[in-house]
């Protein structure tokens, strides 16, 4: 399965020669990282990717996702795919050290993105839609809303999704009808009904967390009246973490 991954020869031209990574190395905020230190981790990527990705790609193909009660339930080797890439620490590469990442640069972390993908593409959309969610709570959230939602992110214990078309609009989000209505506690109460939500149920993990995009009130007409909200599919989340499976069923 291993002659799927992206050359490796050739993903060091792109990276070093073309793309110039050794510049922005010399760079203040990565001064403690250096070449032989950005090799050791994409070799890292790519034993990851040729050990726990690659051997479940045609799996995760073939055993569909099923809807039990309705839950729904994916082979365990998503699981045990998600577990590789988060204690190795891929999914809060790119993100500063004070809110839990690891201060790598971003081009690092989509070059193993890269090879991730490149051994099995459907793992690779879960954690893709989970760094999205991540750049965005630490660019735009609160403190309280970073402080809450990054480590379980960054720790792979969330995912995340985009809750972005509705049925009525397609590609035409101005038509978006999901209505967020304020509580009066600094939260809001959000109605509608979403579609083509990428990885939106599944049960690997303790939560997944939505970025629905909805209207209040009082809000325009159009894309400029659109807010962007977090919405955990569970209101609460335990302290420990949920057993998980380290097989692939």
Same mark, same amino acid.
């Given at each position: 399965m291993t002659d799927t991954l992206l050359p490796r020869r050739e993903l060091g031209f792109q990276l070093f020669d073309l793309l110039r990574l050794d510049e922005l190395l010399r760079q203040r905020?990565? !001064? %403690?990282?250096?070449? /032989?230190?950005?090799?050791?981790?994409?070799?890292?990527?790519?034993?990851?990717? !040729? %050990?726990?990705?690659? /051997?479940?790609?045609?799996?995760?193909d073939v055993d569909e996702r099923h809807l039990v009660d309705g839950r729904v339930l994916l082979p365990n080797c998503a699981r045990t795919a998600v577990d590789s890439d988060a204690a190795a620490g891929f999914i809060a590469m790119p993100f500063e050290r004070g809110q839990g990442g690891l201060g790598m640069p971003v081009l690092l972390a989509q070059v193993c993105g890269a090879v991730f993908a490149s051994a099995n593409v459907a793992f690779q959309s879960y954690v893709m839609l989970t760094q999205g969610v991540s750049n965005l709570i630490a660019s735009f959230a609160s403190a309280p809303q970073q402080r809450r939602f990054l480590p379980p992110l960054h720790e792979g214990r969330w995912l995340g999704t985009m809750c972005l078309s509705e049925s009525q609009a397609g590609s035409s989000l101005a038509d978006i009808r999901t209505l967020a209505t304020p509580r009066g506690d600094g939260r809001y109460k959000i109605r509608g009904s979403k579609m083509w939500i990428s990885g939106g149920e599944h049960e690997m993990g303790e939560n997944i967390l939505h970025m629905v995009l909805a209207r209040t009130l009082d809000a325009p007409a159009g894309v400029k009246g659109l807010s962007l909200f977090a919405v955990p599919h569970r209101r609460s989340t335990p302290e420990a973490r949920s057993a998980r499976p380290t097989a692939c069923r």
């Open positions: 905020r990565f !001064a %403690e990282h250096d070449r /032989p230190t950005i090799e050791t981790v994409i070799d890292t990527a790519y034993d990851i990717a !040729a %050990e726990r990705l690659a /051997p479940y790609a045609q799996v995760m």
